[in-house]
């Protein structure tokens, strides 16, 4: 699978920051019955490989991926805790050169057309427009859709249901990312079924 089959799986990729590795294959699960396949695991906790590892060997519906990868060491490490995918809050030489040599589908975070540009050098043309919201949103992508027509994104950051569809209304995003199908307090609650409900709404949105 290559980045632009796996954005198409689902239009929203929701970002995941796990405390608990335990609680990671059911909220995984709750997901997946929402029609939510793709899930991005933030590396930005301790309990996060071992949430990709559980996920992967228990949640087969699942495609397991790595948020938050910022080095090349970042990436090894989501690899062997069984990630499938990988996105990045940005892009370095290095990160780009590993992600190349992985052979896994990888989405680097670009903010602006510059970012877009060297990526795009370095061989990714499927992006996460990252800070979404807080670097120009909409109006961004749309104005980022002339000069840089080949380019496709997932905006990520500041986006929940009351934009989501709009976002994924424009011809250059093939799905949004964020963190609102899984609410801290719905984590805390091990509240699947709210969870489900979210993922299921999320899921209906459609792609153009
Ligand atoms: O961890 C990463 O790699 C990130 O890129 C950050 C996340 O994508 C955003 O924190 C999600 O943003 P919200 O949906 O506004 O909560």
């Known amino acids: 699978m290559d980045a632009l089959n796996l954005l198409r799986q689902s239009p929203v990729m929701p ?3 796990v405390n608990d590795a335990a609680v990671a294959v059911d909220l995984a699960r709750a997901l997946v019955a929402g029609g939510i396949r793709t899930l991005e695991i933030t590396l930005r906790t301790k309990a996060a490989l071992a949430a990709m590892r559980r996920i992967r060997d228990e949640v087969p519906d699942a495609l397991v991926g790595a948020g938050t990868v910022r080095t090349r060491a970042h990436l090894e490490a989501a690899l062997d805790a069984g990630a499938q995918f990988g996105l990045s809050p940005g892009l370095t030489p290095e990160l780009a050169a590993a992600a190349r040599a992985s052979g896994v589908p990888f989405i680097p975070g670009v903010a602006t057309a510059s970012e877009a540009m060297r990526a795009q050098d370095e ?10 919201e807080a670097v120009g949103g909409i109006k961004l992508l749309k104005a980022l859709a002339g000069p840089l027509p080949e380019l496709r994104f997932c905006p990520t950051g500041g986006i929940d249901a009351s934009n989501a569809g709009n976002y994924l209304a424009l011809p250059n995003v093939l799905a949004v990312g964020g963190s609102w199908l899984t609410p801290e307090a719905a984590l805390a609650a091990q509240d699947w079924d ?12 459609a792609k153009r």
């Open 123 to 132: 061989g990714f043309d499927i992006l996460k427009l990252f800070p979404a």
């Open 15 to 17: 970002v995941i920051v």
């Open 194 to 205: 709210k969870i489900t409900a979210l993922a299921l709404e999320a899921s209906q949105l």
